[in-house]
């Protein structure tokens, strides 16, 4: 289980040239399903809250609780990322440790 927080912004047109305007932050706690070799992590959402900025006007909703979401890695780096800890932290080392290959002697 992660924890991120990320930008929202408004909508635009494509070829808008307008400079883009922040609405507020989307912080989403989710569980990683997996992470792919283009540098994608699916994410299912365990929860999600909204802090809108005081200027802004429109109405701002949180992802759905359970649908899986896909963002760039490097992308939830710059959100501060915490991994949430476990209730056992010596049985997610076992599950680590059975995952490593060995080294071949």
């Given at each position: 289980?992660?924890?991120?927080?990320?930008?929202?912004?408004?909508?635009?047109?494509?070829m808008?040239?307008?400079?883009?305007t922040?609405?507020g932050?989307?912080?989403?706690?989710?569980?990683v399903?997996?992470?792919?070799?283009?540098?994608?992590?699916?994410i299912?959402?365990?929860a999600?809250?909204?802090?809108?900025?005081?200027?802004?006007?429109?109405p701002?909703?949180?992802?759905?609780?359970?649908?899986p979401?896909?963002?760039?890695?490097?992308?939830?780096?710059?959100?501060?990322?915490?991994?949430?800890?476990?209730?056992?932290e010596?049985?997610?080392?076992?599950?680590?440790?059975?995952?490593?290959?060995?080294?071949?002697?």
């Amino acid at each position: 289980m992660i924890r991120w927080r990320e930008p929202i912004w408004k909508p635009q047109a494509r070829m808008s040239k307008k400079p883009p305007t922040m609405l507020g932050f989307r912080t989403i706690t989710g569980q990683v399903l997996k992470l792919d070799r283009y540098g994608w992590a699916h994410i299912q959402v365990a929860a999600c809250t909204i802090e809108p900025l005081p200027r802004c006007t429109r109405p701002l909703y949180p992802l759905e609780v359970g649908k899986p979401v896909r963002r760039k890695r490097d992308k939830i780096g710059q959100g501060r990322i915490e991994r949430l800890l476990w209730s056992d932290e010596s049985a997610r080392d076992a599950i680590l440790a059975s995952r490593r290959p060995r080294k071949a002697t």
